[in-house]
């Protein structure tokens, strides 16, 4: 639901900012005064392409911006998760149009595209007015509206997913056949996996590999160094530091009664005494596991030699040649099973099919049902909005089923003859403004507000009409709003007394310049418009009673 809105040098508005509730909010204004420029706004924030004529004179850039409270659920906050541009619940879009032409758009503070800019608004907001940006002249939206008229949430999953299943094994088969003759791939993958698989690969095996080079490498001066340090620790046949330590404890002893510290010495010598026997033991196995051997370091190098070429051929790291081997590995099952996998693909593309051709049969019957229940109820409202004699039809047209189709089976194309007598054309055909604006209102009020989008606009809906039909359009403007947040502008007092909440747009000259300003009504203040706009610029008091009476009659 629209929050606030706030705009800046836009047209002929200086600045005004406009907090909205729930329910109908109705604008006015003398003619002239830039109702429609607060829709416009929305449509720029709606991603609708803008030049520097909507910037106001002398100001260097407009600047727009909306907030929206989103339901947790809703299509909006689905749609900001999946693009990364959630926070927190917020949901603010900006645009500002320069005088040059240029133009930058942002949601919740990160800058976007226009396209991002109108996906996401259109989750937002839909305009029912009598231009271009009319939400219901866009073919995807009628689609989007008979489906929540039917109610076929179901059938629309079931479609989804068929076409899913039916898309990814067309690709699966688009892929394997762009590979063609793949005998010469197969063959390159043999001989190399084989070369691969002639060696321990394992990071394991390698990082032994190049432990045991390395000590080959330097066998000769790991021996000499062992018995050196063997000779000098522990040898029976000349002065070592095992023999040493031991001598200095027996000429120690025999003075410790009269020193008592002297045990603490001897506890000490003792301890180092085996830790050298131990560091004896150990170099003793390291020298038994030398050895010198030409032979054993020549094989070796080799091996070591052959894991390197290895890597530098497959450019990657020795660590990585068993990872890479089993991705050959898998390429090479995978190719050699393409042949089959083609043959069982043809089957599960005719079932993946015929599975969603049921789907879609099943989805289309329920559009078919609503299609004709949401054309009566439409036509009967177009009735009562001052188009006697007007009819609403929904056709269903046929489309290619030669490719996986998410929406199903067919187009929706909403038909409207305005008058008795004439043919029913396409809703975007329709010439008249206003027209236009009350068949989209006929059309949300039969859909029971069951519209996705949670906030309408409606632009001068009453164009054209008045007395008893203008009363129909703003009740029914007043019922929509008990089920959808919607903002009216208006220029006849019996839609604006139905409003829920008034704003009035007035303008007046400002150093020279025409200005427009924004201000919501007091209760005494809509008495006061609608008496303006009943009885012009004299009011009288019959024009304030009566307009007494049309706020008391629409609560």
Same mark, same amino acid.
């Given at each position: 639901?629209?929050?606030?809105?706030?705009?800046?040098?836009?047209?002929?508005?200086?600045?005004?900012?406009?907090?909205?509730?729930?329910?109908?909010?109705?604008?006015?204004?003398?003619?002239?005064?830039?109702?429609?420029?607060?829709?416009?706004?929305?449509?720029?924030?709606?991603?609708?392409?803008?030049?520097?004529?909507?910037?106001?004179?002398?100001?260097?850039?407009?600047?727009?911006?909306?907030?929206?409270?989103?339901?947790?659920?809703?299509?909006?906050?689905?749609?900001?998760?999946?693009?990364?541009?959630?926070?927190?619940?917020?949901?603010?879009?900006?645009?500002?149009?320069?005088?040059?032409?240029?133009?930058?758009?942002?949601?919740?503070?990160?800058?976007?595209?226009?396209?991002?800019?109108?996906?996401?608004?259109?989750?937002?907001?839909?305009?029912?007015?009598?231009?271009?940006?009319?939400?219901?002249?866009?073919?995807?939206?009628?689609?989007?509206?008979?489906?929540?008229?039917?109610?076929?949430?179901?059938?629309?999953?079931?479609?989804?997913?068929?076409?899913?299943?039916?898309?990814?094994?067309?690709?699966?088969?688009?892929?394997?056949?762009?590979?063609?003759?793949?005998?010469?791939?197969?063959?390159?993958?043999?001989?190399?996996?084989?070369?691969?698989?002639?060696?321990?690969?394992?990071?394991?095996?390698?990082?032994?590999?190049?432990?045991?080079?390395?000590?080959?490498?330097?066998?000769?001066?790991?021996?000499?160094?062992?018995?050196?340090?063997?000779?000098?620790?522990?040898?029976?046949?000349?002065?070592?530091?095992?023999?040493?330590?031991?001598?200095?404890?027996?000429?120690?002893?025999?003075?410790?009664?009269?020193?008592?510290?002297?045990?603490?010495?001897?506890?000490?010598?003792?301890?180092?005494?085996?830790?050298?026997?131990?560091?004896?033991?150990?170099?003793?196995?390291?020298?038994?596991?030398? =050895? *010198?051997?030409?032979?054993?370091?020549? &094989?070796?190098?080799?091996? @070591? !030699? %052959?894991?390197?070429?290895? +890597?530098? $051929?497959?450019?990657?790291?020795?660590?990585?040649?068993?990872?890479?081997?089993?991705?050959?590995?898998?390429?090479?099952?995978?190719?050699?099973?393409?042949?089959?996998?083609?043959?069982?693909?043809?089957?599960?593309? =005719? *079932?993946?099919?015929?599975?969603?051709? &049921?789907?879609?049969?099943? @989805? !289309? %019957?329920?559009?078919?049902? +609503?299609? $004709?229940?949401?054309?009566?109820?439409?036509?009967?409202?177009?009735?009562?909005?001052?188009?006697?004699?007007?009819?609403?039809?929904?056709?269903?047209?046929?489309?290619?089923?030669?490719?996986?189709?998410?929406?199903?089976?067919?187009?929706?194309?909403?038909?409207?003859?305005?008058?008795?007598?004439?043919?029913?054309?396409?809703?975007?055909?329709?010439?008249?403004?206003?027209?236009?604006?009350?068949?989209?209102?006929?059309?949300?009020?039969?859909?029971?507000?069951?519209?996705?989008?949670?906030?309408?606009?409606?632009?001068?809906?009453?164009?054209?009409?008045?007395?008893?039909?203008?009363?129909?359009?703003?009740?029914?403007?007043?019922?929509?709003?008990?089920?959808?947040?919607?903002?009216?502008?208006?220029?006849?007092?019996?839609?604006?007394?139905?409003?829920?909440?008034?704003?009035?747009?007035?303008?007046?000259?400002?150093?020279?310049?025409?200005?427009?300003?924004?201000?919501?009504?007091?209760?005494?203040?809509?008495?006061?418009?609608?008496?303006?706009?009943?009885?012009?610029?004299?009011?009288?008091?019959?024009?304030?009673?009566?307009?007494?009476?049309?706020?008391?009659?629409?609560?």
């Amino acid at each position: 639901m629209l929050r606030h809105l706030a705009i800046k040098d836009f047209a002929v508005v200086r600045s005004a900012e406009l907090e909205f509730g729930a329910g109908m909010t109705v604008i006015s204004g003398e003619t002239g005064a830039g109702k429609s420029l607060l829709v416009d706004a929305l449509g720029f924030l709606s991603g609708l392409r803008a030049d520097s004529g909507v910037v106001r004179h002398g100001a260097e850039r407009a600047e727009l911006s909306a907030e929206f409270s989103v339901a947790a659920d809703s299509l909006a906050s689905g749609w900001l998760r999946e693009n990364e541009l959630d926070d927190d619940g917020q949901c603010q879009l900006r645009r500002v149009i320069r005088a040059d032409g240029g133009s930058r758009a942002w949601i919740n503070g990160r800058s976007v595209t226009l396209s991002q800019l109108a996906e996401l608004a259109g989750r937002l907001v839909e305009i029912h007015g009598q231009h271009e940006h009319q939400a219901l002249l866009s073919r995807g939206s009628q689609l989007e509206l008979l489906d929540a008229y039917a109610r076929n949430g179901k059938e629309r999953d079931a479609v989804r997913e068929a076409a899913r299943r039916w898309s990814a094994l067309l690709q699966e088969r688009e892929a394997l056949s762009a590979q063609g003759d793949v005998s010469d791939r197969i063959n390159y993958l043999e001989h190399q996996l084989a070369e691969l698989q002639r060696e321990d690969l394992a990071p394991a095996a390698i990082q032994a590999l190049v432990a045991n080079h390395k000590r080959q490498a330097h066998a000769a001066g790991l021996i000499q160094a062992c018995d050196t340090a063997l000779a000098e620790l522990g040898s029976d046949e000349a002065p070592s530091v095992s023999r040493q330590l031991q001598q200095t404890r027996s000429d120690l002893a025999r003075l410790r009664e009269h020193e008592n510290r002297l045990g603490e010495v001897d506890a000490l010598l003792e301890s180092a005494h085996i830790q050298v026997d131990e560091a004896l033991a150990l170099l003793g196995q390291i020298r038994d596991d030398l =050895d *010198a051997d030409p032979a054993q370091f020549d &094989e070796l190098e080799h091996k @070591l !030699g %052959r894991i390197h070429d290895l +890597a530098r $051929k497959h450019r990657v790291i020795p660590d990585e040649l068993a990872a890479h081997r089993d991705a050959l590995a898998a390429e090479l099952e995978g190719l050699r099973g393409a042949g089959e996998r083609l043959v069982g693909l043809n089957g599960e593309i =005719d *079932a993946a099919r015929s599975a969603w051709r &049921e789907a879609a049969l099943r @989805l !289309g %019957r329920t559009r078919q049902r +609503a299609a $004709k229940d949401l054309a009566r109820a439409t036509t009967a409202l177009i009735g009562e909005l001052g188009m006697g004699g007007g009819r609403f039809e929904i056709a269903l047209e046929a489309n290619d089923n030669e490719r996986p189709d998410p929406a199903g089976s067919e187009r929706a194309e909403f038909l409207v003859a305005a008058n008795a007598g004439q043919p029913p054309r396409p809703l975007r055909k329709v010439a008249s403004g206003g027209e236009l604006s009350r068949i989209s209102l006929a059309i949300e009020v039969a859909a029971l507000g069951l519209d996705a989008v949670p906030t309408m606009v409606f632009d001068e809906v009453d164009s054209g009409i008045g007395g008893a039909v203008a009363e129909i359009v703003g009740q029914k403007l007043r019922a929509l709003g008990g089920k959808r947040q919607v903002l009216c502008v208006t220029h006849l007092p019996q839609v604006a007394a139905q409003g829920h909440a008034h704003y009035r747009v007035s303008k007046a000259p400002v150093d020279g310049m025409t200005q427009s300003a924004v201000e919501s009504l007091s209760a005494k203040q809509r008495e006061e418009e609608l008496a303006r706009m009943l009885g012009g610029v004299e009011v009288s008091k019959e024009a304030r009673a009566a307009a007494r009476r049309l706020l008391t009659d629409a609560v």
